[in-house]
């Protein structure tokens, strides 16, 4: 089947450090995945952050970058330096152009202290 | 832009109750989902419908059921609420399949006494 893993359920960082978030899939059946970080505010609903669709590419919102490796079967959310506001908890996506839905991983609670 | 609206927002069902949530969506798009958030176990499909009149099982169908008679709006019904249910649904839809950007609702917070 087809599955996304994310390691850390809660990260912890200091504001204007650095950051990066885990994400790997595993798919049996999708030949081109799709790969997402989606988003969730405190008190807001879950919107998409950035999607990638190609191999070897980077996607980029908001000052978060995370790049497709499909040799290692990553997609790891990465930024420079982090912002309270960006405290939030990230979710990692895996799609496919003709399939019908996505897999979600578990989430990574992202707190960001001064 | 557009919008989705889920009712109730908070909902508190006894133990064995049917109970059922229901989402509005304004996009115009064809394809729904309900997902199920744990806290520690991300969201988890239930139910999705690419078009009017359709339903899919999710990994998480069993127990539940669902309902598609508008293009807008897609209901979940719980059959018989179970305490250990206790979780936050969340309704979204997208233009078209798993290669699409997710719009998501605000969620309803389901409490089992």
């Known amino acids: 089947g087809d599955s996304v893993t994310q390691t850390e359920g809660q990260v912890t960082v200091s504001e204007s450090k650095s950051l990066i978030i885990n994400c790997t899939y595993s798919t049996t059946s999708i030949a081109y995945p799709n790969l997402f970080w989606y988003v969730r505010y405190p008190g807001e609903g879950l919107q998409l952050l950035l999607k990638?669709?190609?191999?070897?590419q980077k996607g980029s919102s908001r000052g978060f970058e995370a790049t497709y490796n499909k040799e290692t079967t990553s997609f790891h959310l990465q930024k420079a330096s982090v912002q309270e506001s960006d405290s939030a908890v990230y979710y990692c996506?895996?799609?496919?152009?003709?399939?019908?839905?996505?897999?979600f991983g578990t989430g990574t609670k992202l707190q960001v202290v001064p | 832009g557009g919008i989705i609206t889920q009712t109730p927002k908070f909902l508190i069902g006894q133990e064995g109750q049917k109970l059922t949530l229901k989402c509005q969506q304004n996009?115009?798009?064809?394809?729904m989902y309900w997902y199920r958030q744990d806290s520690g176990k991300g969201l988890r499909l239930i139910y999705y419908?690419?078009?009017?009149?359709d339903l899919q099982k999710g990994d998480l169908s069993e127990g539940y059921d669902a309902s598609r008679e508008k293009k807008s709006s897609f209901s979940l019904t719980v059959t018989s609420a179970q305490k250990n249910e206790m979780a936050v649904f969340l309704c979204?839809?997208?233009?078209w399949g798993g290669g699409a950007e997710q719009f998501f609702g605000p969620g309803t917070r389901l409490t089992v006494l």
């Open positions: 996506a895996l799609g496919e152009n003709s399939g019908t839905y996505q897999r």
């Open positions: 979204a839809s997208s233009i």
């Open positions: 996009f115009n798009h064809d394809t």
């Open positions: 419908s690419i078009t009017e009149n």
């Open positions: 990638v669709i190609t191999a070897g």
